[in-house]
């Protein structure tokens, strides 16, 4: 009982990382026979998913769309600059980040020579929200977040807003506790996921999980720690303590 209760006490990162880690021992000890839970994994994968892109929709069109023209032209000429350096540094970071895979793990993941085969990927329909209906149904993150921009921008001059910026909140509000309630089996999908993934995964499978993780920490700690802080002093009057 005394292990329960200092689990209900737990944060729901630690949790997560109980569920890791269990997920890791259980995976290892059982090996393929966690193949079973591949229907499991398949439906917390997709139900974790529910509430993500309408609250991201909801939430751009009304953090831009509620901007006044005089905000939205001082956040422009202010923000613009952070921005765009953001971006370079992601997009450098997102190449680069292949480097850190063996040739083995990147031929069969990520080959640019993929691109010109047939269901390759499509980086006009990614990026171009040529049809919002179908990047909103395939999950085109960044043809939706275009798209998303273009209403709120849309939204800035118009005389009627008021009524849907606020219903966009309404509703980004709403998406929010949603993924709040999905948020409490998150540990229990982190365990089902876990076990599977670490069950069925292949030696060079794990291994490239593992330089991930590597990769990923590296951003985390970098990235925010260096980089960010380099940007901030260099367009204000912020300095290193």
């Known amino acids: 009982m005394t292990i329960i209760t200092s689990y209900k006490k737990c944060s729901l990162s630690y949790k997560i990382y109980i569920s890791t880690a269990a997920g890791f021992c259980i995976g290892m000890f059982f090996g393929d026979k966690c193949s079973v839970l591949d229907p499991l994994n398949t439906m917390f994968i997709k139900l974790f998913q529910t509430a993500i892109i309408p609250f991201m929709v909801f939430s751009i069109v009304h953090s831009i769309g509620a901007l006044t023209k005089d905000r939205a032209k001082r956040l422009w000429k202010k923000g613009s600059i952070v921005l765009i350096r953001l971006w370079v540094i992601s997009i450098f970071y997102a190449i680069g980040l292949q480097f850190s895979f063996p040739d083995v793990l990147r031929s069969s993941f990520f080959h640019p020579g993929n691109f010109n085969k047939a269901g390759g990927i499509n ?4 990026f171009i929200p040529s049809n919002p209906f179908n990047s909103l149904a395939n999950g085109f993150i960044p043809a939706i977040v275009i798209f998303c921009i273009l209403i709120g921008i849309a939204l800035i001059n118009h005389e009627n807003k008021i009524e ?7 509703w980004a509000s709403v998406m929010n506790k949603i993924n709040n309630y999905l948020m409490m089996m998150l540990p229990l999908g982190v365990l089902v996921m876990a076990t599977f993934t670490f069950g069925t995964m292949s030696y060079m499978q794990f291994k490239g999980v593992l330089l991930y993780i590597m990769a990923s920490i590296f951003y985390l700690l970098f990235i925010p720690m260096v980089i960010y ?4 002093t260099s367009i204000s009057k912020m300095r290193f303590s």
């Open 123 to 126: 980086f006009y329909e990614m």
């Open 164 to 170: 849907l910026v606020k219903s966009s909140e309404v």
């Open 229 to 232: 802080p380099v940007i901030l």
